[in-house]
């Protein structure tokens, strides 16, 4: 059974940094992506950032130059580095992993995406 576990999250300020991390148990696909999202109230999910399994990434224009993601094989864990975070950053991210079938690159389709985690809270204050 896969499951996702995000931690990380939390309030700063406008202009800090927060470090998300995402991880994953029982994910056996050599082939993936992985991704985050982000949903506020109301409103559709959207990706921010995706790494497949050579190393590729993608992130929402919105995000460019300031968020990273990266990940530790070794530790089965997907990170999401944030700088220079803004008050429209605030919303609960999410961990995804695609299944037995992967878009074959990084994507910010959540169509794309089997498996999910909960999600973390991120709060920037301005």
């Known amino acids: 059974q896969v499951q996702l576990v995000e931690s990380g999250g939390g309030s700063v300020q406008a202009g800090g940094s927060l470090t998300l991390s995402c991880a994953a148990t029982?994910?056996?696909?050599?082939?993936?992506?992985m991704g985050w999202f982000r949903q506020a109230p109301g409103q559709g999910r959207e990706g921010v950032a995706s790494?497949?399994?050579?190393?590729?990434?993608t992130y929402a224009d919105s995000v460019k130059g300031r968020f990273t993601i990266s990940a530790d094989n070794a530790k089965n864990t997907l990170f999401l580095r944030m700088d220079n975070l803004k008050s429209e950053d605030t919303t609960i991210y999410y961990c995804?992993?695609?299944?037995?079938?992967?878009?074959?690159?990084?994507?910010?389709?959540?169509?794309?995406?089997?498996?999910w985690g909960r999600g973390t809270q991120v709060t920037v204050s301005s």
């Open positions: 995804a992993a695609t299944g037995a079938w992967s878009p074959g690159g990084p994507s910010l389709r959540s169509t794309h995406y089997t498996f």
């Open positions: 790494i497949d399994n050579d190393g590729r990434t």
């Open positions: 029982g994910y056996k696909y050599s082939r993936y992506s």
